[in-house]
């Protein structure tokens, strides 16, 4: 070993020495880097493969035949799935994005795992390990698709006070953090025409008020969806939805046209649906359509030799 201490008692290293010392942590720096990198990398595509198998998981809701279908699923780890929804294009997407726990703290990508089939109501992310999710159809008047309305069984909702049909349908669900009765001060409060609540609910007026926000519906279908939502949310797949409306409208005009040539009339023009709802700005706008909606359900419904659907 070539070193040797100066008259003031200093350690001197030669050159080869210290370029084996630099090039060993380079090295080191290297390998943690590496390992780091491969950590990052394994941990997007697992975020990405649990969003993948989370939408196979919620297949079923969209081909049950039950009003109310509902399923939950477990994650081996805490989980925050965040609600990505797009309304551009011709139908939007649902995105659905991952983070999981991981050496305490919570793994960051950019990765979204999409559908275009999929409307999904939810908090902008729902935390937790168990999930649960119930579907119900939205009918405008046509069956339009199947909305689900995913919760983390870390929150809870109260509907002590809700109508006896709602009532009666969410206690027929079973699901654990959706109660009817027997609940607690630090379970979120969803009221009926009550006062100081978590979620108001003005049924009559088709209008759900939380955190500061008025989030208008029509039906009960989109009534849990802006229970169980956040606004924006809400508002994506709502935008969403009335594309699919107008689209289906068309549809349906030119089936008209088709069924017509055999001598069965329906005397249905849907072209007025199909523009409403094309026009469509923001929830505040779905009461307007919703009663052009049912005066074309109940003109198909009078036809009973040649409804549409």
Known sequence: MNRKFSKQGALEISFPWLFAIVAGIFILFLSIYGVTRFIKTEQTTIDAKTGKEIGVLLNPLETSFESGAVTYFILPVSTRIYNKCDSIGDFGKQGIQISQMSFNKWTETNVNVNFQNKYIFSKDYAEGKKFYVFSKPFQFPFKVAD???????????????????????????????????????????????????????????????????????????????????????????????????????????????????????????????????????????????????????????????????
């Open 147 to 309: 909305l689900m309305y995913m919760t983390s069984s870390l929150d809870r909702y109260c509907f002590a006070d809700a109508p006896g049909e709602i009532s009666e349908e969410l206690a027929n669900l079973n699901q654990e953090n959706i109660l009817v009765e027997n609940c607690s001060e630090e379970d979120i409060d969803v009221c009926f025409g009550g006062i100081n609540c978590d979620i108001n609910v003005n049924y009559d007026m088709g209008v759900v008020e939380k955190e500061g926000d008025s989030i208008y519906f029509y039906g009960d279908a989109l009534m849990y969806a802006a229970i169980f939502s956040d606004e924006y949310v809400y508002e994506c797949q709502l935008n969403r939805l009335m594309k699919r409306v107008s689209s289906l409208s068309l549809i349906y005009n030119d089936k008209a046209s088709f069924i017509s040539r055999t001598g069965c009339y329906s005397n249905l023009d849907l072209s007025f649906l199909s523009g409403a709802a094309e026009s469509f700005s923001n929830s505040a706008d779905i009461s307007s359509i919703g009663f052009i909606a049912d005066d074309v359900g109940l003109k198909n419904d009078a036809n009973s030799v040649c409804r549409l659907w």
